[in-house]
């Protein structure tokens, strides 16, 4: 450290004054990367100017408060920040895209969207439902069992933040392949085996424990995600809307509740926006935190009564940041300024100084505000429940941030300096990259075929891995991500959160990064309209989404053009399906040094059942019965699961027509509403023959299918035909008897009767030519999709 | 005694998490139905003003070792009087999933010679190792001890989710057989996995999804009066619940779970 820059004071602890009044822009670097600050020398620049007005040098703990602060994890400089493209510009990914699209939808049941550490719609008898999706990529990649259960224990915290009881959780992962050549790993990249057992482990360890279920999810495959594990947590609660209290006011006592602080996620959000290296392991092991689900557990009941009896006037979880960005958070919030004593944070152990007390990211802690005439009341909640709580200090008029360590003064800033940071200008490029579509000959044996699609990572059962999540505790889970007997794969999960309602809520999602490859747009539309139709498949409605994105270092601009493209797509498809974002989070400098993340863009769906008697499930219910395919195919194989099987990527990425998939989903949820389907599965990876093999195998029943019945455009060829992943397309199952009515409602509609249940159980389908083309036993399906992740050996 | 007299009390701790669930069950029935933090229990509470003592699921304490030990040495330590009294008087106690085995633990189940002062089985890791989730076959073996389930027939195959990590009942390797013996001739064996058809599991995998010695998902002590099962019967109480619901042209109105609570609740009112 060199003295001249970095100056002790006469302090038992340490706690240095930086000496940037005089520092050259070199030496701001160098202070910047001494600190670990990742701050920028526009940033550092700026910080010198303010101090330079306050005629003074500042502390380490104000600059490590500053640079958290202003973090991409924290401030979302990328979102929020400007962007050159071709000549344009462009103030505000979030705003000029995603938030856009919400506001113009404006729907009357969104409660509170991009507000708070989660947003909130309104459901049922007073009650709102509160949902939250985070990604946890870089701690997973360095410690894939911790990184993944403080992911779920962060996100799970930032349902609480809102006043919910967590109810269920969500889990979308991202590996590369489990096969990977062990040679092939570079230093410091652990292998996709590891890294999805530990990941795995550490999301059962946490929800299981909590006791809340995990009832949706993905795994996918993808090479790019060997150097850059992509964990998407999500969580959903449930709050009395009239509990929803965010009043803080200057006087009202800061209290710190939970676990202990210590060491543990210290520069986690500095971390968190930078690439990967060979190094990070070593550098950055104690940005991972350590988990407790079952401290959360009780802060979690502790919180739910001082809610219930309206004692606290805010509350927020301690996450990136930690304090620094929960006490100057809530400030900033309630237009107040902030003191706080450091010297009375719990510790775990003795001899942190002061700025790590305050940026540390200690797990299982929240912040609330107190009316002090409550504080007493607050306090014995706390302690009832064995949880550590302290007031650690006070909102105050003044709008300074000042921080003491036992007396001494440490921090003092002002409040709209720290919120203020300088607003980034980027620049985007869009590539244009030439795809061209595979020339091969149509396989001889489709049967075949169908078994390694059933067999392929990204289609193949995951429930080795769903059986070790508990989906059921609470007792509320009534359509369950795995089916009945065979444990077929539902499209969706639903819920029934209130004892006095048979109102559900229905949780999908939707990913498809291979499209990315082509082109990001389309991968949005594709995975918004993934989201909504799997939704749509089990009865849900009155749609609303979540973004997480999971994107390489947008400091490359062909990065961001990419990213710029997918927001577009976002924009246009919420428009198409008036399905509002309410919450999103993003993830980027996702790099290592196997290059950068495919781009990857998760949406989350969270719509309503009316009655849960009316919920659909995927499973084939009775031979006789008659199969429709609803929606238009196309020769979209572009990035599909079957060119990836031949060696291909290709360049016809499946589109999405909004309008007419608006009008398809209408009719096919009216059908569900007057009971009129039997059973329903949506066509996704894998296309038309993975999704009726799933329906037969889960309900026990054959299917005898005619590919020439299939609505399109130039479908020639079987085998495009079977495996095209268009989007907007299911397949339902109709008795006899609704026929009639069924047609009837269809009409003008894309919708096709294409076969029948049969009692034989075998999924037989005729070619377009009206030759057999796939003739296979049930049991031997459902083989071929339980074998790969069985964990058998 | 009344029906709406009944008080039952559902006990909680740090990390137990299937409380609200089998409060609702209880409550669903028609009896008075509490969940009290034991904290709670000790300083404000009487547990004799309960007529049925509930341990639910979860993760007591964290289970970081032995599932369910460190709450049952805890109990022991702060609560053993009015536990031994509630024994005494045949008060009935359901412990489920770390409730087993927290009893198991404290030596209340199977308590052959009646509460022991160690434990004298174990509920163990799972074989195939692992935390699974998923819905089983039971077969009711008991002869009509069991206060908790005297109501089902005998032979009767019923179903409930299981969601645990350690279910393996083992008792020591030399003792087994002897052990086994006594409980069969004192008809303490109530659940036994088995398949659809009835036919039990014999340690067969995944019918019996644990390992668990004789098949064994459930038993109660010699009087009857206490009983433990690593299934979840508050998981199984309504039709939504079911895995198969959206199959069936007609839904009864419950599941298998309920017979549970029915029972015991049917053996209170009986007496006066």
New interface residues.
């Given amino acids: 450290m060199n003295d001249n820059l970095f100056i002790h004071r006469k302090t038992s602890y340490a706690l240095y004054e930086v000496a940037l009044a005089k520092a050259t822009n070199q030496q701001l670097v160098e202070i910047s990367n001494e600190l670990a600050l990742g701050s920028s020398l526009q940033e550092m620049k700026s910080i010198q100017t303010y101090f330079k007005k306050e005629d003074r040098n500042p502390t380490d703990v104000e600059l490590q408060t500053i640079s958290q602060t202003w973090s991409e994890h924290c401030y979302h400089k990328t979102f929020k920040g400007r962007i050159r493209l071709d000549g344009k510009e462009i103030d505000s990914l979030f705003k000029t895209y995603i938030a856009k699209a919400t506001k113009e939808i404006n729907p009357p049941w969104c409660f509170s969207v991009f507000e708070d550490n989660a947003g909130i719609v309104r459901f049922d008898k007073g009650y709102g439902i509160a949902v939250k999706v985070e990604t946890h990529n870089h701690p997973s990649a360095v410690e894939p069992f911790g990184g993944a259960a403080t992911g779920v224990g962060g996100v799970i915290r930032d349902i609480l933040g809102v006043w919910a009881d967590p109810i269920a959780c969500t889990d979308v992962l991202g590996f590369g392949p489990l096969d990977y050549d062990y040679n092939k790993l570079p230093a410091g990249v652990k292998h996709p085996k590891y890294v999805y057992m530990g990941v795995t482990a550490g999301i ?1 360890a946490y929800g ?4 809340i279920p995990t009832v949706n999810g993905a795994i996918y495959f993808d090479d790019s995600y060997t150097g850059n594990v992509t964990v998407y947590c999500g969580c959903i609660g449930l709050l009395p809307l009239n509990k929803f209290i965010k009043n803080a006011k200057p006087e009202h006592a800061i209290v710190l509740a939970g676990g202990k602080t210590g060491r543990d996620g210290i520069h986690g959000v500095t971390f968190a926006s930078a690439e990967l290296t060979e190094k990070s392991e070593e550098i950055s092991r104690p940005a991972v935190q350590i988990a ?4 959360e ?2 802060v979690k009941r502790a919180l739910i009564e001082i809610r219930d009896l309206l004692l606290a006037s805010s509350t927020t979880d301690l996450g990136g940041g930690g304090l620094s960005s929960a006490v100057g958070e809530t400030a900033e919030k309630f237009d107040c300024g902030a003191t706080v004593e450091l010297g009375k944070v719990p510790l775990k152990y003795q001899g942190l100084a002061p700025w790590e007390v305050y940026i540390s990211e200690s797990q299982e802690r929240m912040l609330l505000t107190v009316p002090p005439e409550n504080l007493e009341r607050v306090m014995a909640i706390f302690e ?3 949880v550590e709580a302290t007031a650690i200090g006070k909102l105050t008029t003044e709008r300074r941030l000042q921080l003491n360590f036992h007396d001494e003064k440490v921090a003092d800033m002002d409040m709209t300096f720290l919120f203020n940071p300088c607003k980034s200008m980027k620049t985007a490029t869009l590539e244009t990259l030439s795809f061209t579509e595979p020339t091969f000959p149509e396989p001889e044996n489709l049967t075949e075929t169908l078994m390694q699609l059933l067999s392929a990572p990204n289609i193949a059962s995951k429930e080795s891995v ?15 991500p795995l ?3 065979y444990a077929g794969p539902n499209d969706a999960a639903v819920l ?1 959160p209130l ?1 006095d309602s048979w109102k559900g809520l229905a949780i999908s999602c939707g990913m498809n990064p291979n499209y990315g490859k082509i082109d990001a747009y389309w991968m949005a539309a594709s995975a918004i309209d993934e989201a909504v139709r799997n939704n749509i498949a089990v009865g849900g409605r009155r749609i609303a989404l979540l973004d997480n994105f999971t994107w390489g270092n947008p400091e490359k601009p062909e990065r961001l053009g990419s990213l710029v493209r997918a927001c577009q797509a976002c924009y246009d498809f919420a428009k198409a399906f008036r399905t509002p974002f309410i919450s999103g989070k993003d993830s980027l400098y996702n790099e290592s040094p196997l290059g950068p993340v495919t781009p990857t863009l998760l949406i989350t769906a969270i719509g309503i059942v009316p009655n ?2 009316f ?3 995927m ?1 084939l ?1 009775a031979p006789g019965n008659l199969l429709y395919v609803v929606g238009e195919t196309f020769n979209e194989l572009g990035g599909s699961e079957y060119y990836k099987l031949k060696g291909y990527l290709g360049a016809s990425v499946p589109k999405v027509k909004g309008a007419k998939a608006k009008r398809t989903f209408k009719a096919v949820t009216k059908a569900i509403d007057l009971g009129l389907i039997k059973s329903c599965h949506d066509l996704s990876e894998g296309g038309l023959a993975v999704a009726a093999a799933e329906m037969a195998f889960a ?1 026990g029943y054959g299917l005898e299918l005619d590919l020439g019945k299939v609505p399109g455009k130039a479908l020639e060829r079987n085998d495009f035909v079977l495996f095209s992943e268009s989007n907007s397309r299911f397949l339902v199952e109709v008795s006899e008897k609704d026929r009639q009515e069924f047609e009837a409602l269809m009409k003008g509609k894309t919708c096709s009767k294409i076969g029948k249940v049969t009692k034989d159980e075998k999924l037989l389908i005729h070619g377009l030519n009206r030759k057999i083309v796939v003739d296979a036993s049930l049991a031997e399906l459902r083989r071929s999709w339980k074998k790969t992740l069985s964990g058998e050996p | 005694m009344k029906l709406e007299e009944i008080k039952v009390c559902v006990m909680r701790v740090g990390g137990t998490n299937c409380d609200s669930e089998t409060q609702r069950a209880f409550q669903e029935l028609g009896v008075q139905a509490e969940t009290l933090h034991v904290n709670e229990l000790i300083k404000r509470r009487n547990l004799l003003d309960y007529q049925v003592l509930v341990f639910p699921g979860g993760f007591s304490f964290g289970d970081y070792v032995r599932s369910g030990v460190i709450f049952a040495r805890w109990l022991s330590a702060k609560l053993d009087k009015e536990i031994e009294t509630f024994v005494d008087e045949g008060r009935p106690i359901l412990g489920i999933c770390n409730g087993f085995q927290i009893l198991v633990e404290y030596g209340l189940l199977p308590g052959l010679e009646g509460v022991s002062t160690y434990p004298e089985a174990t509920l163990t890791t799972n074989e195939p190792q692992g935390f699974k989730c998923q819905w089983v076959y039971l077969k009711h073996e008991n002869k009509g001890k069991c206060a908790f389930t005297n109501k089902i027939p005998a032979g009767k195959v019923v179903r409930m989710p299981i969601a645990h990590g350690e279910g393996r009942l083992l008792f020591p390797k030399e003792k087994e057989q002897e052990m086994l013996a006594k409980l069969n001739n004192n008809d303490m064996v109530v659940f036994r996995y088995c398949d659809k058809n009835g036919n039990i599991a014999d340690g067969k995998y995944p019918a019996n999804p644990n390992g668990s010695f004789y098949d064994i998902a459930g038993i109660c002590n010699r009087d009857g009066n206490i009983f433990g099962l690593m299934p979840h019967p508050e998981r199984a109480m309504y039709w939504w619940q079911q895995p198969d619901w959206t199959r069936q042209q007609q839904m009864l109105q419950y599941g298998d779970g309920k017979l549970i609570f029915q029972s015991i609740i049917d053996n209170l009112t009986k007496k006066c």
Avoid: A, C, F, W
């Fill in positions: 059962s299981n424990n909590m006791g407790d689900p079952i401290e557990e009780k009832k429940e064995d769903i059986r070790t999540y508990d989906h059921e505790v609470k007792g509320n889970t009534t359509l369950k089916q009945g007997e029934k004892d849960i008697q919920t659909t499930s499973d219910k309900g």
